[in-house]
């Protein structure tokens, strides 16, 4: 299985592929969590947003400025709510929804700053996940999930189906859904099924306001 | 303080001229406000006045490539040269430079000594023509929004329309939200180190006691000391001492003297330096009063006092960036508790609330206040990744503009 490829540097993943193509180019976003800034610097570089970014530990903030990306230290729990009312066009937030403790009110947040929400997350009802937990008797560790339980920023645990039911919950529409299976194959889609579910290993859904 | 639009309004009284200084500094001079006097916050005019400032590397065909170096409270225009008074390397000679991360061959570095300083720009040791006497204290009080239009006018007298960065540390990081606060169509990106929106208590407190020390020296004389063989040195010393003692951590103090002693082996039951912090202390209060003139420190320490950003907008500061096309780089220092991590943080909020592009990074170190003057490699990695990165956008914005 080979989903990195390389580009310069930086080894960009097939999900911040897919979500620079799902990013108007010349927009305005913010990249919330956006670690050492690689998909901010795809998005700069190749798609010429106006993009800023906000980003937890110290050290990512500092090797983003390095690479001249005006990112600042923040918290997406807290200091979202600086930021006014439609700022951008677009608030992502890649990988990091599972390790958020109010996912409400972050998700709130980011379609309130942003006109739309591109988020990107493991799916916990991948086949594999399930079978580790069911045969192995062990939480899943893979390439999406690489840390050991105790050793885990994630503390949110959700499927597909689970974060469509949010969705709902919060009266937000996914304008656009892509399910990567296992192979870095994706597939835009317009409804979760159960095989959908199943075999999904991560999701990016481009949310807008109702 | 009563808000007071600077520069360019009509003069009500008099201006006041101060004589041009004759120094042999290395440099330029300009006299400014001949025609034209600066309206200074206070509401009095200044002009003829003079301003020194220094260069280095050179102005590219299309003026695109200065950058602005503001200097702290007790800098001046020698950033990258052995200054002439001291014989020392430049306080910035670390950083702008041939190849250094503020590249003299790629970029033309100006800066350019504060209004109300002592290093052949206007300030009160300068003659007041009126009486033919230096100033002293009559010489018209002084904020960094003074010092930041004064500025201008040289910028503009290069023949420079847009700056492609203005940078500073501590009061020159005033320098630099107040020029990107009040000239943003001047300013590409700006580089706000150790700074702060508004002085604060604590702060004007230190400075303070500074003051008090000078005004306490008999040899002081109510400013009017420069017609006598002594200046009030001691009260600068002690002025320059504790000031010193916050630009430093608790940290560094204890690494770099911890208790030792200072060439002694007991303690002497004295008052003489037994403590090597003390004899440092006293060596840098000596070596102060060489180059630094009592009243300037006087008048540019009131001058970072004043300065209040949100103030001047009703009390907030977002509305002092609302709109700003400028790029801003904010940094801060973990062990720096004059100006801490909060200060530059409130900023960042605000400029988060108009939406501008921000960057912010907090480099750690325990050198204190003074460490964005000392060689601090996570520092110079992530100015010249901003720089770089700044340089890209602004020939991309150049390239669309003339498209």
Redesign the interface.
């Known amino acids: 299985m080979n989903r990195q490829e390389t580009t310069g540097t930086a080894r960009i993943r097939v999900d911040q592929k897919l979500i620079a193509d799902m990013v108007t180019p010349g927009s305005r976003l913010i990249d919330v969590g956006c670690g050492d800034g690689v998909l901010l610097d795809l998005l700069v570089r190749e798609r010429h947003v106006d993009g800023r970014g906000i980003e937890l530990s110290q050290e990512g903030v500092n090797t983003c400025v390095a690479r001249g990306l005006a990112v600042v230290q923040g918290d997406a729990e807290t200091d979202l709510h600086n930021y006014p009312d439609d700022a951008f066009d677009f608030a992502l937030l890649s990988q990091t929804l599972p390790a958020i403790f109010d996912v409400k009110g972050v998700l709130q947040e980011l379609l309130r700053i942003g006109r739309c929400a591109v988020v990107s997350f493991p799916n916990f009802g991948y086949w594999r996940v399930r079978s580790d937990l069911l045969f192995r008797g062990r939480s899943p560790i893979s390439d999406n999930l690489p840390n050991a339980w105790y050793e885990s920023p994630n503390i949110r645990f959700f499927t597909l189906t689970d974060f469509m039911d949010l969705l709902a919950e919060l009266d937000l529409t996914a304008q656009q859904i892509v399910t990567i299976d296992r192979r870095g194959h994706a597939q835009s889609r317009s409804e979760i099924g159960h095989w959908t579910n199943l075999l999904t290993e991560q999701a990016i859904f481009l949310i807008g306001r109702n | 303080m009563t808000k007071q639009e600077p520069d360019g309004a009509q003069s009500s009284g008099e201006a006041i001229a101060v004589e041009p200084t004759v120094t042999d500094l290395p440099g330029h001079q300009l006299v400014l406000g001949e025609a034209d006097p600066l309206l200074l916050a206070s509401g009095q005019m200044l002009g003829p006045f003079t301003v020194a400032y220094q260069t280095y590397g050179s102005l590219n065909d299309d003026r695109s490539n200065a950058i602005l170096v503001c200097h702290a409270l007790t800098g001046d225009q020698y950033v990258a040269e052995t200054h002439p008074v001291t014989g020392k390397d430049g306080w910035w000679g670390t950083i702008v430079g041939a190849g250094r991360t503020i590249d003299t061959d790629q970029y033309f570095v100006i800066c350019i000594n504060v209004l109300g300083g002592c290093m052949g720009t206007a300030g009160p040791k300068d003659i007041d023509p009126r009486t033919g006497e230096p100033f002293g204290l009559k010489f018209p009080g002084i904020t960094i929004t003074d010092m930041v239009a004064a500025q201008k006018r040289v910028i503009e007298h290069l023949g420079i329309t847009k700056l492609f960065a203005v940078i500073g540390g501590s009061m020159g990081a005033m320098q630099a939200l107040e020029w990107a606060s009040r000239y943003p169509e001047m300013v590409f990106c700006a580089i706000p180190i150790a700074g702060a929106a508004r002085h604060s208590a604590q702060n004007i407190a230190f400075h303070e006691v500074g003051r008090q020390a000078i005004m306490a020296d008999p040899n002081w004389c109510g400013g009017a000391y420069y017609d006598q063989d002594v200046d009030p040195e001691r009260g600068l010393a002690v002025a320059r001492m504790a000031a010193h003692i916050t630009y430093l951590s608790d940290s560094a103090l204890h690494r770099k003297f911890g208790r030792n002693l200072q060439d002694r082996q007991e303690i002497t039951f004295g008052f003489d330096a037994d403590f090597q912090i003390e004899s440092y202390l006293r060596h840098q209060g000596r070596s102060f009063v060489e180059r630094f003139d009592a009243n300037s420190y006087l008048y540019i320490t009131r001058a970072m006092d004043y300065f209040d950003l949100a103030a001047e907008h009703d009390g907030l500061l977002p509305t002092a960036f609302e709109g700003s096309p400028v790029?801003f780089?904010l940094v801060s220092f973990t062990s720096d508790w004059l100006f801490p991590t909060a200060e530059s943080r409130q900023i960042?909020?605000a400029l988060?609330?108009?939406?501008a592009?921000?960057?912010?990074?907090?480099?750690?170190t325990d050198s204190g206040h003074d460490a964005f003057l000392l060689e601090e490699p996570?520092f110079f990695?992530?100015l010249?990744?901003?720089l770089?990165?700044?340089a890209?956008?602004y020939a991309r914005t150049s390239i669309e503009a003339s498209a």
């Open positions: 790029r780089c960042v909020h988060n609330a108009v939406a592009a921000v960057s912010f990074v907090e480099i750690e996570e990695r992530i010249s990744g901003f770089s990165g700044a890209d956008q």
